[in-house]
């Protein structure tokens, strides 16, 4: 009987944990605090967005989600390696941010290292996993570079299937264009 009586007790204990716990990771909750900063750079207001990032990185210095956001706004800014700092510090707190990895991939391919460039988008294709295209036509630009031409058409066909029409544009040009064949019985 007191094994029963336990056994229930526990069970209510461990109904009752699960629903008073805070299910939210730390990167949930700076995303919801820092609000102000990321509408700035989605209103490409990228100044005072960055100035906000910096901010409140004195204030919270183990923030992946602000040092990302800085990195994104350096990275708009044109400011690569700066980005590329930012971003690894991001993916250093945190590796879960899957768009960490996708623009620090944009910054490094801007500054010409395409295999550390695809190295990032292969990780952001892997967080991402298929929710957008865009990674893989970042990856398969990177491919390009790399020589790596057939592996590239598939990231490019895989962003097409995602909804990428820019991924399209790409497919129609060369290296991916076939010549038609020349019929040769006239």
């Not at 526990?10 to 299910?23: G, N, P, T």
């Not at 605090?33 to 960055?50: D, K, M």
């Not at 970042?138 to 097409?160: G, K, M, P, T």
Request: net charge neutral; with cysteine; aromatic share 12%.
């Amino acid at each position: 009987m007191e094994v029963v009586l336990l056994g229930v007790l526990f069970m209510i204990y461990l109904v009752m944990r699960y629903y008073l716990i805070d299910h939210e990771t730390a990167a949930d909750k700076d995303t919801k605090r820092f609000q102000e900063g990321i509408h700035l750079v989605r209103e490409r207001q990228l100044e005072p967005a960055f100035d906000y990032f910096t901010n409140v990185l004195q204030k919270h210095p183990k923030s992946a989600v602000a040092y990302a956001w800085r990195g994104k706004c350096q990275l708009l800014l044109g400011n690569y390696y700066s980005a590329i700092y930012d971003l690894t510090q991001a993916v250093s707190i945190d590796n879960t941010l899957a768009d960490c990895y996708l623009d620090r991939g944009i910054a490094l391919y801007n500054v010409d290292q395409f295999t550390e460039a695809f190295r990032e988008f292969d990780k952001a294709v892997w967080h991402i996993r298929d929710e957008r295209p865009d990674a893989y036509r970042w990856r398969a630009i990177a491919r390009i570079q790399l020589r790596q031409i057939s592996q590239a058409e598939n990231d490019l066909r895989r962003a097409v299937l995602l909804g990428d029409e820019n991924a399209f544009q790409l497919l129609r040009q060369p290296p991916f264009t076939r010549p038609l064949p020349v019929n040769s019985q006239r």
